[in-house]
């Protein structure tokens, strides 16, 4: 790293903390490092933040941050970031093992370009030697001791199984051994803690009795004076544990599977269409802002972008969980990644590379699976106890057999004291919710429901009212013309035409709408002159030589013309929620125009089904109360409705209804939403807004529709379900496998758990909890 970065980002582990200001090197702000608590260790660097939300940003990405010559910006596999799915703050360049818990590291973001796994190739390899030997390791030792059968002398049979179990044990075993004196060495007791410990003291008792038996007093020998040992104990554990390595492995790599199928959505190339009309490929990389690309039938969209030419219909479902294909014409937005149906399209790019929406998508779901669900809490309270109190009940056990148990008593202490160490498995344990919230986020984000971080997951099964802005949210937000009323005197072409031919000196959504709707009834429009806007009242000019004005029933009191007329049928048109505009030509009336934001078609049936979940729906407007009560009636299933609200008074409404002790869901889509998004317990995106509402919230639902909410709490009731069930069966494997390890059940029934099948059921129980969480991908959202 640079002098001038770790100057102005960071501090070394050995600088003096607290004497020297630095700076955030996310939002850039000074940070006293010695009262920050917001740190981030990156190799031999601690970096400081000014707040949690910036260093968990850092954490995300660091490369993105750094200088682009520092290691961690590195390009290409080896300056992949690697981290830990138990504990997200661990990250590394380059594999390796986490320090707390011991697992593989793993890439935070997986990528297409991924080899294959470094640790999963070395523990195959491992495996499969240790495999080889341990099985006629287990038939000599197995064989003698079930069927009578020995085919060599009992010494040579010993010599033998050394020479076997060594092997398996020193160079199989070796990372197990590694990790255990890690975790030792940083007090961090782990999984690999108590196999280290049982596979060493099987091993080494069995190394001690075959040198010099001796050694060893009465209390350890059989009726027939021989000192037992453990070689196929210690060999088949470490074989059975390297087996869960592999499946656990194999297993942890099938929960990116969900990203890597979203990056291998996007095209390898673009069509560009160049200025003297030839077209050409070329690969994506090249593709820059303001490119016209072609895209012929059938293939997908090669950035974001904005459609020039061509009409056709193309498949979203990839972003939006839904099936239906959308109409495209000039003008229409579309989005990388997605099938282009029958048409050919000539778009322009907006945006490329890192800034596409797929790619946003990709981060954010690789940012919210690395993050820790409020559930977890108790988890980790319980794993912070978990190998102390196993070492102390193995401790416990070799003393109560010792003292009290039958012939050799000392023999079935160890025997007992191990079965005890390996059968624990911390690992489950802290495995149950994260390898549920990377499945959940991944199925989620193949349905449109792209979730921030887990907290949020979480949150949403328990969200009890939910607040909806109005357009764009429940509304298309693209006004669009729904009928034309002409005065007595006129006929409806001539005042749209009159109207449309005006409003189109005006950049309003609204005369937008009115232009559109006329080009779209095939009304030709002539030129205006002297055109002029007036605020909060409508607009005025000329058209072929007659003054007219356009606008709300006060405009027209202003150009004195009287409106009387045709009232009634405007209070009605409003009442049904359509924004109505008096027409005014030469000094008098001339018509009506009615311009209505449409529904949304799924608003009503997820409004329907969010209500018998027993969600309250509260709609939040700044429109006129009339315009909402009409709108609401059009869904069915509103609770409330609140209008006439400023921007800034979305944030207080969200706070009002957190005080009544309503857990608050916001959900909209304008950049006057981000403050009530941030405010509200989960905040809910449209993904068809603004940037600035999607950073604010917590979900972000990539159709921008409604029943994108219903689709999330599905998936956040599923993601719970899933946590509780693999959190019951790993306090549940613990709770008794433990005591049937130290032999509690022998008084009674007389079994003792062998070692070796305590070996096989505490790997088992890891890939137990991993199988349990991959079920998540074939949920029904």
Same mark, same amino acid.
């Given at each position: 790293?640079?002098?001038?970065?770790?100057?102005?980002?960071?501090? @070394?582990?050995?600088?003096?903390?607290?004497?020297?200001?630095?700076?955030?090197?996310?939002?850039?702000?000074?940070?006293?490092?010695?009262?920050?608590?917001?740190?981030?260790?990156?190799?031999?660097?601690?970096?400081?933040?000014?707040?949690?939300?910036?260093?968990?940003?850092?954490?995300?990405?660091?490369?993105?941050?750094?200088?682009?010559?520092?290691?961690?910006?590195?390009?290409?596999?080896?300056?992949?970031?690697?981290?830990?799915?138990?504990?997200?703050?661990?990250?590394?360049?380059?594999?390796?093992?986490?320090? $707390?818990?011991?697992?593989?590291?793993?890439? +935070?973001?997986?990528?297409?370009? #991924?080899?294959?796994?470094?640790?999963?190739?070395?523990?195959?390899?491992?495996?499969?030697?240790?495999?080889?030997?341990?099985?006629?390791?287990?038939?000599?030792?197995?064989?003698?001791?079930?069927?009578?059968? @020995?085919?060599?002398?009992?010494?040579?049979?010993?010599?033998?199984?050394?020479?076997? +179990?060594?092997?398996?044990?020193?160079?199989?075993?070796?990372?197990?051994?590694?990790?255990?004196?890690?975790?030792?060495?940083?007090?961090?007791?782990?999984?690999?803690?108590?196999?280290?410990?049982?596979?060493?003291? +099987?091993?080494?008792?069995?190394?001690?009795?075959?040198?010099?038996?001796?050694?060893?007093?009465?209390?350890?020998?059989?009726?027939?004076?021989?000192?037992?040992?453990?070689?196929?104990?210690?060999?088949?554990?470490?074989?059975?544990?390297?087996?869960?390595?592999?499946?656990?492995?194999?297993?942890?790599?099938?929960?990116?599977?969900?990203?890597?199928?979203?990056?291998?959505?996007?095209?390898?190339?673009?069509?560009?269409?160049?200025?003297?009309? !030839?077209?050409?490929?070329?690969?994506?990389?090249?593709?820059?802002?303001?490119?016209?690309?072609?895209?012929?039938?059938?293939?997908?969209?090669?950035?974001?972008?904005?459609?020039?030419?061509?009409?056709?219909?193309?498949?979203?479902?990839?972003?939006?969980?839904?099936?239906?294909?959308?109409?495209?014409? !000039?003008?229409?937005?579309?989005?990388?990644?997605?099938?282009?149906?029958?048409? =050919?399209?000539?778009?322009?790019?907006?945006?490329?590379?890192?800034?596409?929406?797929?790619?946003?998508?990709?981060?954010?779901?690789?940012?919210?699976?690395?993050?820790?669900?409020?559930?977890?809490?108790?988890?980790?309270?319980? !794993?912070?106890?978990?190998?102390?109190?196993?070492?102390?009940?193995?401790?416990?056990?070799?003393?109560?057999?010792? $003292?009290?148990?039958?012939?050799?008593?000392? =023999?079935?202490?160890?025997?007992?004291?191990?079965?005890?160490?390996?059968?624990?498995?911390?690992?489950?344990?802290?495995?149950?919710?994260?390898?549920?919230?990377?499945?959940?986020?991944?199925?989620?984000?193949?349905?449109?429901?792209?979730?921030?971080?887990?907290?949020?997951?979480?949150?949403?099964?328990?969200?009890?009212?939910?607040?909806?802005?109005?357009?764009?949210?429940?509304?298309?937000?693209?006004?669009?013309?729904?009928?034309?009323?002409?005065?007595?005197?006129?006929?409806?072409?001539?005042?749209?035409?009159?109207?449309?031919?005006?409003?189109?000196? !005006? #950049?309003?959504?609204?005369?937008?709408?009115?232009?559109?709707?006329?080009?779209?009834?095939? $009304?030709?429009?002539?030129?205006?002159?002297?055109?002029?806007?007036?605020?909060?009242?409508?607009?005025?000019?000329?058209? #072929?030589?007659?003054?007219?004005?356009?606008?709300?029933?006060?405009?027209?009191?202003?150009?004195?013309?009287?409106?009387?007329?045709?009232?009634?049928?405007?209070?009605?048109?409003?009442? #049904?929620?359509?924004?109505?505009?008096?027409?005014?030509?030469?000094?008098?009336?001339?018509?009506?125009?009615?311009?209505?934001?449409?529904?949304?078609?799924?608003?009503?049936?997820?409004?329907?089904?969010?209500?018998?979940?027993?969600?309250?729906?509260?709609?939040?407007?700044?429109?006129?109360?009339?315009?909402?009560?009409?709108?609401?009636?059009?869904?069915?299933?509103?609770?409330?409705?609140?209008?006439?609200?400023?921007?800034?008074?979305?944030?207080?409404? $969200?706070?009002?209804?957190?005080?009544?002790?309503?857990?608050?869901?916001?959900?909209?889509?304008?950049?006057?939403?981000?403050?009530?998004?941030?405010?509200?317990?989960?905040?809910?995106?449209?993904?068809?807004?603004?940037?600035?509402?999607?950073? =604010?919230?917590?979900?972000?639902?990539?159709?921008?529709?409604?029943?994108?909410?219903?689709?999330?709490?599905?998936?956040?009731?599923?993601?719970?379900?899933?946590?509780?069930?693999?959190?019951?069966? =790993?306090?549940?494997?613990?709770?008794?496998?433990?005591?049937?390890?130290?032999?509690?059940?022998?008084?009674?029934?007389?079994?003792?758990?062998?070692?070796?099948?305590?070996?096989?059921?505490?790997?088992?129980?890891?890939?137990?909890?991993?199988?349990?969480?991959?079920?998540?991908?074939?949920?029904?959202?």
């Amino acid at each position: 790293m640079s002098q001038s970065h770790e100057a102005h980002h960071c501090l @070394h582990e050995g600088s003096a903390a607290g004497t020297a200001i630095v700076k955030d090197p996310i939002c850039g702000m000074d940070v006293d490092p010695s009262r920050s608590p917001h740190q981030f260790d990156l190799g031999d660097t601690r970096h400081h933040f000014c707040s949690a939300r910036c260093r968990d940003k850092f954490a995300a990405d660091p490369a993105k941050y750094l200088n682009p010559g520092s290691p961690a910006a590195v390009e290409g596999p080896e300056g992949t970031i690697w981290t830990c799915p138990m504990h997200p703050e661990i990250r590394q360049v380059g594999p390796g093992s986490c320090p $707390i818990c011991g697992m593989a590291l793993e890439p +935070a973001e997986p990528s297409l370009e #991924e080899g294959p796994n470094p640790e999963l190739v070395d523990m195959s390899r491992r495996f499969r030697l240790s495999a080889v030997l341990s099985l006629p390791l287990l038939v000599l030792a197995m064989g003698g001791d079930l069927l009578g059968w @020995h085919p060599l002398p009992m010494r040579t049979t010993v010599w033998v199984q050394l020479a076997l +179990a060594t092997p398996v044990v020193l160079w199989g075993g070796l990372p197990f051994f590694e990790r255990g004196w890690a975790s030792l060495k940083t007090r961090n007791l782990n999984m690999f803690t108590l196999i280290a410990l049982g596979v060493g003291v +099987a091993y080494g008792y069995s190394l001690v009795a075959t040198l010099a038996p001796g050694l060893f007093p009465p209390a350890f020998r059989t009726m027939g004076g021989q000192v037992p040992v453990y070689f196929e104990a210690a060999a088949i554990i470490t074989t059975l544990v390297l087996l869960g390595q592999v499946l656990e492995l194999r297993a942890r790599s099938a929960t990116g599977r969900a990203i890597r199928a979203l990056l291998g959505l996007a095209p390898k190339t673009a069509r560009i269409a160049r200025d003297d009309g !030839s077209e050409d490929d070329i690969p994506l990389e090249q593709v820059h802002i303001g490119d016209r690309l072609r895209v012929r039938p059938g293939e997908r969209m090669p950035v974001d972008g904005i459609v020039l030419e061509g009409r056709s219909s193309v498949d979203e479902s990839m972003i939006s969980g839904e099936p239906v294909p959308v109409e495209k014409a !000039s003008g229409a937005t579309v989005t990388g990644a997605t099938v282009n149906g029958t048409g =050919s399209l000539l778009i322009r790019a907006e945006r490329v590379g890192r800034d596409t929406m797929l790619a946003q998508i990709v981060r954010m779901v690789a940012e919210a699976q690395r993050s820790r669900a409020p559930i977890q809490a108790l988890a980790d309270k319980v !794993s912070a106890w978990f190998v102390p109190a196993v070492i102390a009940i193995a401790v416990a056990a070799f003393a109560v057999w010792a $003292i009290w148990g039958p012939d050799p008593a000392l =023999s079935h202490a160890l025997v007992n004291a191990v079965a005890v160490l390996i059968i624990a498995c911390p690992c489950a344990l802290g495995l149950a919710t994260p390898m549920s919230v990377m499945v959940g986020t991944g199925r989620g984000a193949g349905a449109g429901v792209l979730v921030k971080d887990a907290e949020a997951l979480e949150l949403m099964e328990k969200i009890d009212t939910l607040v909806v802005d109005k357009t764009g949210t429940l509304t298309l937000g693209k006004p669009r013309l729904v009928g034309v009323t002409a005065a007595q005197g006129m006929d409806e072409a001539q005042v749209l035409r009159l109207g449309a031919a005006l409003e189109r000196g !005006s #950049e309003h959504p609204l005369a937008e709408a009115i232009v559109d709707g006329a080009i779209e009834r095939g $009304i030709a429009l002539p030129e205006s002159r002297d055109f002029a806007s007036h605020t909060g009242l409508g607009v005025s000019g000329s058209v #072929e030589g007659k003054a007219v004005v356009l606008g709300n029933r006060a405009m027209m009191e202003k150009a004195a013309i009287d409106p009387s007329s045709l009232s009634a049928a405007a209070d009605a048109m409003q009442a #049904e929620g359509q924004g109505v505009m008096y027409v005014g030509v030469g000094g008098r009336l001339a018509g009506l125009i009615a311009v209505a934001d449409p529904v949304k078609e799924s608003a009503a049936g997820a409004a329907a089904a969010l209500r018998r979940e027993g969600v309250r729906l509260v709609m939040l407007t700044g429109d006129d109360r009339r315009t909402a009560e009409a709108v609401a009636r059009r869904i069915g299933g509103i609770d409330e409705v609140i209008a006439d609200v400023l921007p800034d008074q979305k944030q207080a409404v $969200i706070e009002r209804l957190r005080g009544e002790s309503r857990r608050v869901a916001m959900a909209g889509d304008g950049i006057n939403d981000a403050p009530a998004l941030a405010a509200a317990d989960v905040g809910i995106a449209m993904g068809t807004g603004t940037d600035v509402a999607m950073e =604010s919230a917590a979900v972000t639902l990539v159709g921008g529709d409604l029943a994108g909410i219903v689709r999330a709490r599905r998936l956040s009731r599923a993601v719970l379900r899933n946590i509780r069930e693999n959190l019951f069966f =790993s306090f549940v494997f613990n709770a008794a496998g433990v005591p049937i390890a130290a032999g509690l059940l022998y008084p009674a029934f007389g079994w003792l758990l062998n070692p070796m099948i305590a070996g096989a059921a505490m790997s088992f129980s890891s890939v137990a909890v991993i199988g349990n969480s991959l079920r998540l991908r074939a949920s029904r959202l």
